[in-house]
């Protein structure tokens, strides 16, 4: 099985703050990795894929990165309807998610 | 735009059968990937198994010796049955998309399964 490991668990950040979040997989997963964002009460939203592709839609402040087993999303510049739970997903081998950040506002 | 929709029972004893139906709207079931995806309540996500209209089957090695997916063409729909329930299967139930070994886009909205007696 390969795990997903994301770090924080929890981001407390204010508005506007530069924002990175961290996912590190057990073996290599090239680049098959997405990137969800989930609010309260509703299914998630994918925000990139292929570790590093922009979903359409999705705003620039948005950006992810790596390969291999290390990978990151940052969020530029936070918006107020950013904070929310954020989790990683490879799609290399079978389906597996990191446990999730929490991105609170300070 | 494909819309998803999941149904079934809110609860289910334990021992017994969870069974759920996902609906399939504006869009073709042949056109994609079809899996379900389990959130117990302030917990992760946890993905149960693929399917693809051809019948073949891809499950999670967890949850593979209680889970049968299956679908239904002439009503653009599919399933999920999970045998032989405890507690620990209380979640959210989503069913998902994805164009061949992709990130799931589009989501249904979920729904609570309850197992208690």
């Known amino acids: 099985d390969i795990q997903m490991t994301q770090s924080p668990s929890t981001l407390s950040a204010s508005v506007g703050d530069r924002v990175t979040i961290t996912c590190r997989a057990s073996?290599?997963?090239?680049?098959?990795l997405a990137w969800y964002q989930q609010k309260p009460g509703k299914a998630p939203k994918v925000l990139i894929s292929?570790?590093?592709d922009l979903e359409s839609g999705v705003p620039s402040r948005f950006s992810g990165s790596g390969s291999g087993t290390e990978f990151t999303l940052t969020i530029s510049s936070l918006q107020p309807d950013d904070f929310a739970t954020y989790y990683c997903?490879?799609?290399?081998?079978?389906?597996?998610f990191g446990q999730g950040t929490k991105l609170e506002i300070k | 735009q494909v819309q998803l929709q999941e149904s079934g029972p809110g609860l289910v004893k334990p021992s017994e059968t969870l069974s759920l139906t996902c609906t399939v709207s504006?869009?073709?079931?042949?056109?994609?990937?079809w899996s379900w995806i389990r959130q117990p309540a302030g917990k992760g996500l946890e993905w149960i198994g693929r399917?693809?209209?051809?019948?073949?089957?891809l499950y999670n090695p967890s949850l593979q010796s209680r889970v049968t997916m299956s679908v239904d063409t002439s009503k653009n729909q599919f399933s999920l049955k999970l045998k032989s329930v405890t507690a620990a299967d209380t979640a959210v139930y989503y069913c998902?998309?994805?164009?061949?070994?992709?990130?799931?886009?589009?989501w249904g909205q979920g729904t609570l399964v309850t197992v208690s007696s």
């Open positions: 073996q290599s997963i090239s680049s098959w």
């Open positions: 504006g869009g073709s079931i042949s056109s994609y990937y």
């Open positions: 399917m693809y209209v051809s019948g073949s089957t």
């Open positions: 997903q490879q799609y290399n081998t079978y389906y597996t």
């Open positions: 998902a998309a994805d164009g061949g070994g992709g990130p799931f886009d589009p």
């Open positions: 292929k570790a590093s």
